[in-house]
């Protein structure tokens, strides 16, 4: 049975040391005002900013289906959605990957994913990376905290979910803690922090 876990992780420590890096933190995407943009979810529904007009906030999480890194967060996602969505902060995650690198981002497998997790939160597709360049967002995960001013969508917190993928119970909850502040009307203490996880890869224009 050792010998068997060796070998599993082993394999696990091979195949992210190739797709897994650490996000750049600058430039600061503080402040950043978000404009409108439209994606699918695996529903079929249409979704854009505007369908979240009555929220005070969003937290919006890059994600995928292949990154071991991202598939440790399910709960984590489902969890933060469930409690902050009735404070009207509900979380949205999107798939920037682009389909001819990784086959399995294609929307089909989005959506059986979607339902094998019971993902209680939209899961958009963005085909043609739009929101993952308005977003700057690099890896897989990368959060983002949305702040409603003047009818604007105002990046508050960019980087990564907690402090610690393989033990939620030890983490750190970065993207909570700055919900937690902005609803209490304070500056976030911790705005940006550098995430960890599979590398997007954007197509050239």
């Not at 600058?26 to 978000?34: E, H, N, Y």
């Not at 604007?152 to 402090?163: H, L, Q, T």
């Not at 393989?166 to 700055?178: C, H, R, S």
């Amino acid at each position: 049975m050792e010998a068997l876990k060796i070998i599993l992780l082993s394999t696990f420590i091979l195949c992210v040391s190739n797709t897994l890096i650490h996000s750049q933190i600058s430039p600061s995407r503080i402040g950043t005002v978000i404009s409108e943009f439209e994606l699918r979810n695996t529903d079929y529904k249409i979704i854009s900013l505007n369908d979240f007009s009555d929220e005070r906030g969003l937290i919006v999480v890059f994600t995928c289906n292949h990154c071991p890194f991202a598939k440790l967060y399910t709960k984590r996602f489902n969890d933060l959605n469930r409690k902050y969505k009735a404070l009207n902060v509900p979380l949205v995650a999107i798939n920037s990957m682009d389909t001819l690198v990784y086959d399995e981002e294609r929307f089909s497998l989005m959506q059986m994913k979607a339902k094998k997790e019971s993902y209680n939160f939209p899961y958009l597709c963005d085909a043609e990376q739009v929101a993952g360049k308005l977003f700057s967002a690099e890896v897989t995960p990368h959060a983002y905290v949305l702040w409603k001013e003047n009818n604007n969508w105002v990046i508050k917190y960019s980087g990564a979910f907690d402090s610690n993928g393989a033990e939620p119970d030890k983490a750190a909850p970065f993207v909570a803690n700055a919900v937690d502040e902005l609803l209490a009307a304070k500056k976030v203490m911790n705005p940006e922090t550098e995430s960890f996880g599979c590398k997007i890869f954007y197509r050239k224009p």
